[in-house]
């Protein structure tokens, strides 16, 4: 009996102790985010490690620790210290993963940590390795949740980017300037275009659409259907076909303008409203 006691007792203690740290890892995270958003962010990722070191199990600590990482890092600098608060923030989101592979913060994060790193690689091969890794985990994000606006917005600006440069080039070796019209001259490159990047530009296309069916006001979204559909109008067979996608591409400028300004009228109502409650 004494020694079921004993047992017990030892229970007790070791059920209290992990119960000091849970608390402990809490207040830590409370005191990490205070430091955040006073802009302390070294100050921050100590408290938030030492909140994941006293409860291992605290998704939140982790998130908040890889996020003051994230912030901390500079796109396109080499700096050994830079690198490492990417790798740094990149292990604690595929830490929160490894035990829930659906954690929405945890995916989004990484799709945005490599787009990052994409736009500070000046090596056009290279830069579109790192946008395929942040195109995977978009996709990821998205089958986790299928009403992510920005999923799929994002994976069409991912769509624009691989293809924009090759559009751009291609109009330079014709001695065509950006603001010629088209369609583009040589019609042999034009069909390797056509064959390479179109199904990349209707894919974008698509996932634009999604993302307005999503929010009609999406007026981002809408300021690249007009790049995507203006610039596919290169592609065209005639220069009445480029001039009827120009056309189109034109609405969505209008859509575009009229959501922002339509947007900007109510702020000033909203947040006088806000005001008088």
């Known amino acids: 009996m004494k020694k079921l006691i004993a047992v017990l007792g030892l229970g007790a203690l070791v059920l209290l102790a992990t119960g000091c740290d849970k608390l402990k890892s809490r207040d830590a995270i409370n005191k990490g985010i205070q430091s955040y958003r006073n802009a302390r962010y070294t ?39 830079n690198v490492q ?12 993963l490894k035990d829930n592979p659906t954690d929405k913060t945890a995916l989004a994060s990484l799709a945005s940590l490599a787009y990052q790193e994409a736009q500070g690689i ?16 978009y996709e990821k994000l998205i089958a986790a949740d ?24 291609a109009r330079a070796e014709m001695g065509m300037k950006p603001e010629d019209p088209g369609p583009l001259k040589d ?7 056509k064959e390479k990047y179109e199904p990349l530009i209707d894919d974008g296309i698509a ?24 610039e596919k109008a290169d592609l065209s067979d005639t220069p009445d076909q480029y001039k009827a996608q120009v056309a189109e591409a034109d609405t969505w400028v ?11 009228a109510k702020a000033p109502a909203a947040g006088g409203d806000a005001a008088a409650k």
């Open 146 to 169: 299928p009403q992510n606006k920005e999923g799929y917005y994002s994976l069409a600006v991912i769509d624009w980017l691989k293809w924009y440069p090759n559009l751009m080039t």
């Open 187 to 193: 019609k042999k490159v034009k069909a390797e275009l």
């Open 43 to 81: 100050e921050a990722v100590e408290f938030f490690k030492r909140s994941v070191a006293l409860d291992p199990t605290n998704v939140n600590g982790k998130l908040y620790l890889a996020t003051a990482y994230m912030t901390q890092y500079v796109p396109g600098s080499d700096d050994p210290k």
């Open 254 to 264: 209008q859509k575009s303008l009229e959501t922002k300004k339509a947007k900007a």
């Open 85 to 96: 608060f990417a790798t740094a923030a990149r292990d604690q989101f595929q830490a929160v």
């Open 122 to 137: 000046p090596k056009m091969e290279d830069k579109v390795k790192k946008l395929d890794d942040s195109k995977e985990w």
């Open 207 to 230: 996932k634009l659409n999604q993302a307005i069916k999503l929010d009609p006001n999406y007026d981002d979204a809408m300021a690249y259907m007009n790049l995507l559909i203006r």
